[in-house]
């Protein structure tokens, strides 16, 4: 079946470092990939997503981009801020059952900015 | 984005009573919820996807009798847990969406049961 492993957290890290989550899949047709990010007290809300191989979601000045020759979907960013706090949770939906509208999720890494 | 509420935040039962969890879409019709459990430190599981109107489909290994969802409007769709359990202490969180489309996530509620 679909999994997405994520790495694990808690990240901590300056302002202004630069930050990786990295994120990998398995899927058996051909997945959407999706990172959703979760602010203190507030519900998961899409960051960036990508539907093929070879293209880059972009938000916020973050990135992802979808590989599928090692079946990855790293996050980055060049300089994090403190508003950047959050849990971030990478997640796949795969189109290769019509009708599927399920997401996998990974387990979420928490990152932690500090001034 | 569109907005999904849920309620409560926050609900303590004891064991054996049955708790009910409201999900609701504020600016759209959903015509698809979807119901998911997060345990500490892991992935969100999908329990079940609800459709306005019909069944609820329950993916495997959850008990459709205990986790009882409704979905009578679009606007809003219901999770009750039946004779809850310590073990269904969790962080329940439903969304809204659909095929391709990005789907919007209430801010989730903690249930514990004494």
């Known amino acids: 079946g679909d999994s997405v492993t994520q790495m694990e957290g808690p990240v901590t890290l300056s302002e202004e470092a630069f930050l990786t989550i990295n994120c990998t899949y398995t899927a058996t047709g051909y997945p959407s990939l999706f990172w959703y990010v979760q602010y203190p007290g507030e519900g998961l809300q899409l960051l960036l997503k990508?539907?093929?191989?070879?293209d880059k979601g972009s938000n916020k000045g973050f990135e992802a981009t979808y590989r599928k020759e090692t079946t990855s979907f790293h996050l980055e960013k060049g300089s994090v801020q403190v508003s950047d706090s959050a849990v971030y949770f990478c997640?796949?939906?795969?189109?290769?059952?019509?009708?599927?509208?399920?997401?996998?999720f990974g387990t979420g890494t928490r990152l932690t900015i500090i001034p | 984005g569109a907005v999904v509420s849920q309620h409560p935040s926050r609900v303590i039962c004891k064991s054996g009573t049955s708790v009910k969890i409201e999900c609701r879409s504020l600016d759209f019709q959903a015509t698809t919820m979807f119901w998911y459990r997060q345990f500490p430190k892991q992935s969100l599981m999908l329990m079940a996807t609800?459709?306005?109107?019909?069944?609820?489909?329950?993916e495997q290994g959850v008990e459709k009798d205990k986790f009882l969802i409704n979905h009578a409007s679009l606007t809003l769709s219901t999770l009750t847990v039946t004779s809850a359990h310590p073990e269904d202490s969790s962080f329940y969180i439903c969304s809204s969406g659909g095929l391709g489309e990005e789907q919007y996530f209430g801010p989730g509620t903690r249930l514990t049961v004494t």
């Open positions: 990508a539907t093929k191989a070879d």
């Open positions: 609800s459709n306005e109107g019909s069944k609820a489909t329950y």
């Open positions: 997640a796949l939906s795969d189109f290769a059952n019509f009708g599927n509208e399920k997401l996998t």
